[in-house]
């Protein structure tokens, strides 16, 4: 029999009631553990730690994201070009992937991951909070998401 995909031994717990996403929700209340959430504080609800969640929604969201095209930006005031890109950071992504009340999940999560993947370049700059160039294009249906 395959272990849980959640292991309970952590700092952070994170409560399925913090994560609005269908799919993660039922997974959290099929394989997580009675705990206090360490998030919205509420006690006696089926929780995972942090990391564990990270490392299911790493894979989903390297998959989904990618950087968004540059566009020209141009300068009224003179006659140049900048070619910028308008996108979301990392975090933004991911709280929108697992639709989650608390912003500060996300941030761990991408904090997380980031620190996890410091020997890979391409997947740290997924990471990269600050780095506001990403989109997630398809697929639209959340649940599908984690498929
Ligand atoms: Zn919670």
Not at 10 to 32: A, F, K, M, W
Not at 67 to 93: C, K, L, N, Y
Request: negative net charge; aromatic residues 8%; glycine residues 4%.
């Amino acid at each position: 029999m395959e272990a849980p995909f959640f292991d309970m031994k952590g700092d952070s717990y994170v409560c399925q009631g913090c994560v609005g996403n269908e799919t993660l929700y039922q997974e959290i209340e099929r394989d997580g553990e009675i705990n206090d959430c360490s998030y919205c504080n509420r006690n006696d609800l089926h929780c995972v730690t942090l990391h564990s969640l990270a490392r299911r929604v790493a894979p989903v969201y390297e998959q989904l994201v990618s950087e968004v095209e540059h566009e020209p930006e141009f300068d009224d005031d003179s006659d140049t070009v900048e070619w910028v890109q308008r996108g979301e950071s990392p975090t933004q992504i991911i709280s929108d992937m697992i639709e989650s009340s608390e912003f500060s999940v996300a941030e761990d999560i991408v904090e997380y991951l980031s620190s996890v993947s410091s020997s890979d370049d391409l997947a740290r700059g997924l990471y990269e909070a600050s780095n506001d160039v990403f989109e997630v294009r398809v697929p639209e249906n959340q649940n599908l998401r984690y498929a």
